[in-house]
């Protein structure tokens, strides 16, 4: 049985699991494939390119309603923030955004940034609200007051900090939405290099299933470099969860690879991998 759309926490939106990002490489035949294949969460970051803002507008002039275009903000002023999403719905051609991603917060965000980003809901230009952070401590204080619709956070069978410091602490009903990020650890999950010595390494797929095996996760988001790694990413949609061996052995070769090295190396070699594409990125 494969993976079904659910709702994405208390927002009421009908989600794929599997969301596309725009930071490695996406662009509009990527994302025409996506929406293809049944995919509508579209997170246009961390890396606003211009390819995939097109591969976006071309979807959207077709099946708008069903979209759920999210849009990364690191912004810290109120003209940046504006400017930023009026900026974002003029190249992804649309009325709104569906989702504000408030994106780096070691803390809740200042009150003034609230104020200004619930103006933004108010007159119709953002519908939802979400927030980035590699705190995971911020999450559970997040929830206290329910202003941030979605969570984004990090999320794999290396890093399972999330399970106990963010998962128990959601409701099982009325919660957040959950989107998670970096489901193979920036390559190194799938990497043999990194691998226990004779276990084959988990494809891709295999990532994204660990991940959303977890009951408290809505949507796993990808960052494909090409169109064959966006097929072997939405592979994981036709498999659905993992039994309890493989999910046992996902956190077998994510302990090992925690204890082999840290994930900033990781994270510098994936990064490296970019810059030395040329892309065009959106201001």
């Given at each position: 049985m494969?993976?079904?759309?659910?709702?994405?926490?208390?927002?009421?939106?009908?989600?794929?699991?599997?969301?596309?990002?725009?930071s490695y490489g996406t662009d509009e035949a990527m994302v025409e494939e996506a929406v293809a294949r049944g995919v509508n969460y579209f997170w246009w970051g961390a890396i606003r390119?211009?390819?995939?803002?097109?591969?976006?507008?071309?979807?959207?002039?077709?099946?708008r309603e069903d979209l759920v275009i999210v849009v990364h903000a690191v912004s810290r002023s109120r003209f940046a923030m504006s400017k930023l999403v009026h900026r974002s719905l003029d190249r992804l051609g649309v009325d709104y955004l569906d989702v504000l991603l408030l994106a780096g917060h070691k803390r809740?965000?200042?009150?003034?940034?609230?104020?200004?980003?619930?103006?933004?809901?108010?007159?119709?230009?953002?519908?939802?609200?979400?927030?980035?952070?590699?705190?995971?401590s911020v999450f559970p204080e997040l929830e206290e007051d329910k202003q941030i619709d979605i969570f984004h956070l990090r999320y794999n069978a290396a890093h399972r900090g999330a399970e106990q410091e963010v998962f128990d602490h959601l409701p099982e009903q009325g919660g957040p939405g959950v989107?998670?990020?970096?489901?193979?650890?920036?390559?190194?999950?799938i990497d043999p290099a990194w691998t226990p010595p004779g276990e084959p390494p988990p494809s891709a797929a295999d990532c994204h299933r660990f991940v959303l095996s977890h009951p408290r996760v809505h949507v796993a988001c990808c960052g494909p470099s090409n169109m064959e790694q966006l097929q072997q990413n939405l592979e994981c949609l036709e498999r659905g969860p993992m039994s309890g061996e493989e999910l046992e052995r996902m956190r077998r070769i994510?302990?090992?690879v925690y204890q082999k090295g840290s994930p900033w190396k990781?994270?510098?070699?994936?990064?490296?991998?970019?810059?030395s594409r040329p892309f065009r990125r959106e201001s």
């Open positions: 494969g993976f079904e759309r659910v709702r994405l926490g208390r927002t009421g939106l009908s989600v794929t699991r599997l969301g596309v990002a725009a390119t211009r390819k995939m803002a097109r591969g976006i507008r071309a979807v959207a002039r077709k099946r809740r965000p200042d009150p003034w940034l609230m104020e200004h980003v619930n103006r933004l809901k108010d007159q119709g230009l953002v519908r939802f609200l979400a927030l980035s952070s590699h705190r995971r989107v998670t990020f970096t489901s193979n650890r920036w390559g190194s999950l994510g302990r090992h990781a994270q510098l070699r994936a990064m490296m991998g970019v810059v």
